[in-house]
């Protein structure tokens, strides 16, 4: 049955009942996200932990980088050159990105001797794994929906509710911080009240900031800036786990799609540089040798990671393949990300881009993506970042506990409806407002539209659960 109330209860109550689908759903998904993304915020040192036995070498007898390409490739026999990792410390191996004949990718470590320490799967490394259960729930595509449909969602949770935490008059107790002394029910609600309004707005930014990877809300906002000619230069995100750019070719070493790569036959093997294993660091027939390379990218100090493409390789996602060396920087703080490239035959440089040379948009999701990644102010926003994820957790836990303290026996405890109208236009102006910014948001309520008065409405018992 369904309970009027008028004015601002009725807004209330309408309010308070769309948190309580939307906590539904999201809470499980918001845990974890949190977990994964808290995670993927010391990629830099982990990955440093990963290669740790890769580092410290003595450079007694070291060899050039075209010998160490040559020793990686003759430990995997047919595979085919992709790019080249500058050491993060003199001493330190270099990675050799490779592509086996069965279409794998491989990053082998080689030593400044020139030999071969290991090999590493990159589609298994730690942080390869976390960041595909935190952006695609290691489901590929349509874990990207679901996980862009959850955020949808966590930010009609997040708005309801700031909207019902509201003070309507009451002192700062239970609005900043909770009052513990008031019994157990009180303070399981003030708990999570507080603690949502304090994550809120960190909350918010992240959600924010993870829209443009994700696959639907991201197409759409490149269509619009492709209609809007909002670009310039190449975006160096993915989109749903893919990257921007129609080209297949697209170089997504550094976003996780190494199939891609396979497929576009772009990468070099190691005769393509017109040389033989001499050690020699002049021009061959095919011009520029990628010791050279290395040298001159060793003498801008870019940030770490620093990656050298041969010519024939696509210089950065998204991108063409180019007949030139590119130098990148794929540093996380993308604010002090710059690409270099040089002429193949002569090495003189041909292009340089840096971050002030983007879009004034892509700068400004350069910053927000940095932020997500707890890269952008280093260890400070690593800090802030795992504080965010702990207090999601907490906020989902007291939500979890507030529900099943509450839960009548036999439906799931939603708020009773409320009868069509007597929520307010304003409510309903300002679900149209987030459905059309948010297209999984609009779809789902649509699905939930017809689902609800086509099939759950016509079984009784499970409309009483659901409270409808």
Known sequence: MSVVLAGTPARYR???????????FVMPMVVLLSITGAIYLFKPQVEAWEERSYAAFPMYGAVSPDDQVEAALEQFPGARFHTYRLPREEGDAALVHIGLPNGEMRDVFVSPQGDV???LDPQWRIMQVVHDIHGQLLLGPRGSWLVELAASWAIVMILSGLYLWWPRGRGLAGVLWPRLHLGSRAAWRDVHAVTGFWVSGLAFVLLVTGLPWADVWGSAFKAVRAEMGWQKGVQDWTIGGRAPAPDPAADEHAEHNHGAMMAAGGAMDHSAMGHTVTGHTGHGPAGVFL??????ARGEHLPFPVIVSPPGAPAKLGQKAKAAWTVRSDTQNRPLRVSITFDAKTGREITREGFA?????DRVIGYGVAWHEGQLFGWINQAIGVLTALMLVAMSITGFVMWRRRKPAGMVGAPPQMRAGTAGKGVWVALCVLAALLPLLA???AGIFVIERAILKRIPK???WLGL
């Open 14 to 24: 309408t309010i308070w009942r769309w948190h309580f689908y939307a906590a539904l």
């Open 117 to 119: 320490l290991g090999a």
């Open 291 to 296: 010791t050279e390379i290395v040298a001159k």
């Open 357 to 361: 040379e983007k879009h004034p948009i």
């Open 443 to 445: 779809l789902s309520l």
């Open 462 to 464: 499970l409309s009483a």
